[in-house]
């Protein structure tokens, strides 16, 4: 019987998701869609992403990053959600940690907002619909 060591794979390369270190970037995802949640959770995990964490509000989501600190090293936010829209749980996630990875998730036409929360501190953001290549890419670009 053969085994995986007598098929060495051509295409062998580390995940995207793996720090140098070999461990996986945990990632937190906030957004009140479940399907642009599902969507970036398999993007990451596909990577070797560790998705630590899901949330459908800020509020839920500035929660969540203050019982999982310092183990996040990485937050992806919608910017309009319910309770608590995304640019006031940014700043407050800054307020709380002012090291804080975040990248912004927006519809088109939410320019203004955008500009708001790489003001604020967001390291990058993503534009709706979500595109494989370019989710990861932003997310390298802003933990790297």
């Not at 899901?54 to 992806?76: C, F, I, R």
């Not at 990875?101 to 003001?119: E, N, R, Y």
């Amino acid at each position: 019987m053969k085994n995986k060591q007598d098929f060495p794979n051509i295409n062998e390369r580390t995940p995207e998701g793996q720090k140098p270190d070999g461990s996986k970037y945990r990632v937190l995802i906030v957004d009140d869609s479940m399907f642009v949640t599902k969507q970036i959770s398999q993007i990451l995990t596909s990577e070797g992403f560790d998705v630590i964490g899901t949330a459908s509000d800020g509020q839920e989501g500035l929660d969540m990053y203050k019982e999982q600190y310092p183990n996040v090293d990485l937050v992806t936010m919608d910017i309009t959600m319910p309770k608590m829209d995304g640019v006031t749980a940014l700043e407050k996630i800054i307020e709380f940690d002012k090291d804080a990875s975040v990248i912004m998730i927006s519809a088109l036409g939410k320019q203004d907002l955008v500009k708001k929360s790489l003001l604020i501190g967001a390291k990058n953001y993503i534009v709706k619909p979500l595109d494989r290549a370019k989710v990861l890419e932003r997310i390298l670009m802003s933990i790297k």
